[in-house]
């Protein structure tokens, strides 16, 4: 079977915002020649390489890169792996999808590739969710690796108590992705923050084109969730462009540029520099 090229713009105008120097992409995906879609996931529409994302790299000033397995490869990180090979260790780090039966070897295998974190995909397509979450934590827990969680924030409360059962680190992706969103005094957003000040939890600023109602380039309604909780935990923020954001038709895509430009209005330039830079090099080692 074979998956078209991609025809999604990989250069333009240059954003507003010029990155400092190690900033970070920590959300973004690949879909390569060779690695078809598994079963219980979304169809591939057309390819994202690694050659892709270097150009849209070059294009918004940015330097590393986190990838995300997509939901369309499921449990199969075959291609998280070549992707990672062609990056290389010093540009790059990765978030897998583990269950509870991965074993120890490979684990070991794919630490050594550059993998540091485990995704759990509360959402349709998903290939492992809460149900399974802590069972996947004592898999990783001595890797010294963290859990990506995405869930609709509309639905926190059905999944707030496993969330504090987390001992390790994670991240609540995705802005706590509110569906439809939410004002920023909601009471959801109160247990993020709680969440976050127990001291293990981190926050992603990714996608809201997802979720936004008002669109770009300002996110009016998603804006001042982001706002809150960067003002409350500037250490704990990260940032990730969603590329190629296959959650959305070719008639929605995102400006690339607009998704970086977002932190003028969100943060001052000293918390960028932690958004961009020191968070993403603790979290992940660079």
Same mark, same amino acid.
Not at 75 to 97: C, P, S
Not at 117 to 131: F, N, T, Y
Not at 167 to 183: E, Q
């Given at each position: @079977?074979?998956?078209?090229?991609?025809?999604? !713009?990989?250069?333009?105008?240059?954003?507003?915002?010029?990155?400092?120097?190690?900033?970070?992409?920590?959300?973004?995906?690949?879909? %390569?020649?060779?690695?078809? +879609?598994?079963?219980?996931?979304?169809?591939?529409?057309? %390819? +994202?390489?690694?050659?892709? =994302?270097?150009?849209?790299?070059?294009?918004?000033?940015?330097? $590393?890169?986190?990838?995300?397995?997509?939901?369309?490869?499921?449990?199969?990180?075959?291609?998280?792996?070549?992707?990672?090979?062609?990056?290389? #260790?010093?540009?790059?780090?990765?978030?897998?999808?583990?269950?509870?039966?991965? !074993?120890?070897?490979?684990?070991? $295998?794919? &630490?050594?590739?550059?993998?540091?974190?485990?995704?759990? @995909?509360?959402?349709?397509?998903? #290939?492992?969710?809460?149900?399974?979450?802590?069972?996947?934590? /004592?898999?990783?827990?001595?890797?010294?690796?963290?859990? @990506?969680?995405?869930?609709?924030?509309?639905?926190?409360?059905? =999944?707030?108590?496993?969330?504090?059962?987390?001992?390790?680190? =994670?991240?609540?992706? &995705?802005?706590?992705?509110?569906?439809?969103?939410?004002? #920023?005094?909601?009471?959801?957003?109160?247990?993020?923050?709680?969440?976050?000040?127990?001291?293990?939890?981190?926050?992603?600023?990714?996608?809201?084109?997802?979720?936004?109602?008002?669109?770009? !380039? /300002?996110?009016?309604?998603?804006?001042?969730?982001?706002? $809150?909780?960067?003002? &409350?935990?500037?250490?704990?923020?990260i940032w990730g462009s969603n590329w190629p954001h296959v959650g959305v038709n070719r008639a929605q895509y995102p400006s690339d540029a607009e998704q970086l430009d977002v932190l003028l209005n969100w943060a001052d330039e000293t918390t960028r520099q932690k958004i961009l830079v020191d968070n993403p090099a603790f979290l992940y080692g660079?």
């Open positions: @079977m074979s998956i078209p090229e991609n025809t999604r !713009p990989l250069a333009g105008p240059a954003p507003r915002l010029k990155a400092p120097a190690g900033a970070t992409d920590c959300h973004t995906h690949v879909f %390569l020649p060779g690695f078809e +879609a598994q079963a219980g996931g979304p169809q591939i529409a057309e %390819l +994202a390489t690694v050659d892709n =994302y270097r150009q849209l790299q070059q294009w918004l000033g940015l330097e $590393r890169v986190v990838i995300t397995q997509p939901n369309a490869y499921q449990t199969d990180n075959g291609a998280l792996v070549a992707a990672l090979e062609q990056f290389g #260790a010093n540009v790059a780090r990765a978030i897998a999808v583990i269950t509870p039966d991965t !074993p120890q070897s490979e684990l070991e $295998r794919l &630490h050594e590739k550059g993998v540091r974190g485990a995704r759990i @995909m509360q959402l349709p397509g998903g #290939a492992v969710g809460i149900d399974r979450m802590l069972a996947v934590e /004592d898999v990783i827990q001595d890797m010294g690796w963290h859990l @990506m969680v995405q869930f609709n924030g509309r639905d926190l409360p059905d =999944y707030h108590e496993e969330l504090q059962k987390i001992k390790g680190r =994670y991240i609540i992706d &995705h802005i706590g992705k509110f569906i439809d969103p939410v004002p #920023a005094d909601d009471s959801r957003v109160d247990d993020i923050l709680r969440l976050i000040d127990k001291g293990n939890a981190w926050f992603k600023i990714c996608g809201a084109y997802e979720t936004s109602l008002t669109g770009g !380039p /300002d996110y009016s309604d998603v804006s001042p969730i982001a706002k $809150r909780v960067i003002q &409350h935990a500037s250490d704990r923020i660079f």
